[in-house]
């Protein structure tokens, strides 16, 4: 097999470091029995890493496996916290940008959540592009109008003052190509602004998020290499932030007239170079001491629960032999609750269910959650050990 090329800077010197095996396609398709979540598509991960601008990929990555449906669901704004960083995000992008009376491209927009914010608090109009989007008649808004289908140039005749695309250029493999279709779509026009939102790939590596690899990303951007395919494919970069407690990386840009490659290595390289060459081993162990947490459970015969049926539980509960310990996974989204996981079949449950099944134990995939899961937790009269996984 050839040596895998950075999908980012295009170097050639990539270090191959984590194998993770036979892990589900989609962890955000929604299976309506466990017999067919049992047999979801499955896919191996081997990940790469780019020690020239700090880029992180699947570089066994076979798109052919990917089908992006109305049966994806991967919507967070159910979560007051989540709703709470949405609104603050819509309204500093307005104001910092004057979105008042504007036309808005929402790439990858989902059921159009975050658009409408954007749109309703500045009185602009929406366009969302998603093959995943479905019609949905409880909501409808004067203000947006939806393309099921990817973004690309060939939509160049839909003409936006600002540009965003959330928790997508993870998704792609070929990220240049993605970007420089943006590029060539918005053409001559420099006002355009652009706001892209990724997993932080170093909040992964230097907070051993191991639960956040998941086969549909194929990519892992840090500061340094999201700016740096910005840079070369003709934007200027503007500011990146780390967002969300540092689990997302944020970047502003606008159109540049010409190319630019990063003048300067990204001051993080080192520290994530490090994480990089310890990260297999830290894997390893995170399994084996969950795996000795969960034979504890059991021999106590505690009845658990995870609660976060999105990519990190999914992950998890493949992860570890789970299947006959852990039988109901909780989640606030309704239109995963009566659906099952992928791989490893557990039932989606309401917290409302709880107050039946009375667990000892809750593991919580993501804690920026953890205060509104026990205020949940409270206002349903129920106790239990909490856990943040």
Aim: contains cysteine; charged residues 15%; proline residues 6%.
């Amino acid at each position: 097999m050839p040596n895998p090329q950075c999908p980012v800077c295009l170097a050639t010197e990539v270090t191959l470091f984590a194998d993770i095996p036979n892990v589900p396609t989609h962890c955000n398709l929604l299976w309506a029995t466990a017999e067919a979540a049992c047999e979801a598509p499955r896919g191996d991960i081997q990940l790469g890493f780019c020690p020239t601008c700090g880029h992180i990929f699947n570089a066994i990555f076979a798109p052919a496996l990917m089908e992006y449906t109305q049966r994806y669901e991967n919507s967070l704004h159910f979560s007051p916290r989540f709703q709470s960083y949405a609104m603050q995000l819509a309204q500093r992008l307005i104001e910092k940008y004057a979105l008042y009376n504007k036309t808005i491209i929402d790439i990858g927009c989902g059921q159009g959540d975050f658009l409408d914010l954007l749109c309703e608090k500045g009185q602009n109009q929406g366009i969302g592009f998603d093959p995943s989007y479905w019609p949905n008649a409880e909501f409808t808004s004067r203000h947006l109008s939806f393309v099921q289908d990817f973004y690309s140039e060939k939509y160049a005749s839909y003409t936006a003052d600002f540009i965003c695309c959330r928790q997508v250029l993870e998704h792609l493999h070929k990220p240049r190509e993605f970007l420089l279709s943006i590029r060539r779509a918005i053409g001559p026009k420099q006002g355009v602004k652009i706001f892209f939102e990724v997993p932080n790939g170093l909040f992964m590596l230097r907070d051993l998020s191991i639960w956040d690899i998941i086969y549909e990303h194929c990519a892992y951007f840090c500061a340094g290499s999201l700016a740096n395919l910005f840079q070369t494919c003709g934007f200027e970069v503007l500011q990146v932030n780390e967002e969300y407690a540092g689990q997302f990386i944020s970047l502003e840009a606008r159109p540049s007239p010409k190319t630019t490659f990063a003048e300067q290595c990204w001051p993080g390289l080192p520290e994530l170079t490090q994480n990089v060459s310890s990260f297999s081993a830290n894997f390893a162990q995170k399994i084996q001491l969950w795996q000795q947490d969960l034979a504890g459970f059991a021999q106590k015969q505690q009845r658990v629960v995870v609660w976060g049926a999105g990519s990190k539980g999914v992950m998890f509960l493949n992860a570890l032999p789970v299947q006959n310990s852990i039988r109901y996974v909780v989640d606030i989204n309704p239109r995963k609750q009566g659906m099952f996981v992928a791989g490893s079949g557990q039932e989606i449950v309401s917290p409302a269910f709880l107050t039946t099944l009375r667990p000892a134990v809750i593991l919580i995939m993501n804690a920026i959650y953890e205060a509104e899961i026990r205020q949940t937790m409270t206002n349903l009269g129920l106790e239990a050990e909490f856990i943040c996984v």
